[in-house]
């Protein structure tokens, strides 16, 4: 096994992540998260804390203050 999931998770797992993040639901409810994750095979956690950044660079890349809920969202 790789060293690379201590810093955070493979490329196939960031390909799940990304797929969800994109496709599915940018705020998952704990149900869908601990599906992502176990399809993605890491922790709610880890699944979790990426969802937050993740959803912070979008916001960032969007124009968008990074923690402010929108109606929008």
Not at 10 to 31: A, G, M, R, S, W
């Amino acid at each position: 096994m790789s060293t690379e999931t201590a810093s955070g998770p493979t490329e196939d797992q960031v390909e799940i992540l990304e797929y969800n993040f994109n496709k599915v639901n940018k705020h998952p409810d704990p149900t869908t998260l601990c599906l992502i994750a176990a399809e993605a095979g890491l922790s709610e956690e880890e699944t979790q804390k990426w969802f937050k950044q993740r959803l912070a660079q979008w916001r960032q890349s969007e124009g968008l203050p990074s923690e402010c809920r929108s109606v929008t969202d």
